[in-house]
């Protein structure tokens, strides 16, 4: 993955991370509401499936950079190593088909953590 690859990819993590950031502070004032005001119970039930949805999807992100973190370093430390035949360059040109892994891996974990999170699609599947 040379560095035009990556010069995209760093803007979707951060808008991601940015994204993640707004949710969690808006779930971080309704909480506050809910804990100093009377709110019906509806309100406080939907709420509350809703920051737990908020958490999955936090979970779900993480997989993803920790899926994509391998391959991310590894192609910057290749680009940024100056010696063409340094042992770097041989390291991580050859760890290629794990970063494939890695990258297939987050395709993998997204279902299992929803079935983990999720009672209603447990419960299908059982």
């Given at each position: 993955?040379?560095?035009?690859?990556?010069?995209?990819?760093?803007?979707?993590?951060?808008?991601?991370?940015?994204?993640?950031?707004?949710?969690?502070?808006?779930?971080?004032?309704?909480?506050?509401?809910?804990?100093?005001?009377?709110?019906?119970?509806?309100?406080?039930?939907?709420?509350?499936?809703?920051?737990?949805?908020?958490?999955?999807?936090?979970?779900?992100?993480?997989?993803?950079?920790?899926?994509?973190?391998p391959g991310f370093l590894s192609s910057l430390a290749y680009e940024v190593s100056p010696n063409p035949a340094s042992l770097l360059k041989r390291i991580t040109a050859s760890?290629?088909?794990?970063?494939?892994?890695?990258?297939?891996?987050?395709?993998?974990?997204?279902?299992?953590?929803?079935?983990?999170?999720?009672?209603?699609?447990?419960?299908?599947?059982?």
């Amino acid at each position: 993955m040379p560095i035009p690859n990556l010069v995209f990819i760093i803007p979707n993590f951060l808008v991601i991370i940015f994204c993640h950031m707004r949710v969690y502070f808006a779930c971080r004032r309704h909480i506050i509401q809910i804990k100093s005001e009377q709110v019906s119970s509806e309100a406080k039930t939907k709420f509350m499936e809703e920051r737990k949805a908020w958490k999955t999807t936090t979970i779900v992100i993480g997989g993803l950079f920790m899926c994509y973190s391998p391959g991310f370093l590894s192609s910057l430390a290749y680009e940024v190593s100056p010696n063409p035949a340094s042992l770097l360059k041989r390291i991580t040109a050859s760890s290629r088909p794990m970063r494939f892994a890695s990258f297939l891996l987050n395709s993998l974990l997204n279902p299992i953590i929803y079935c983990w999170r999720s009672t209603t699609i447990r419960e299908v599947l059982l």
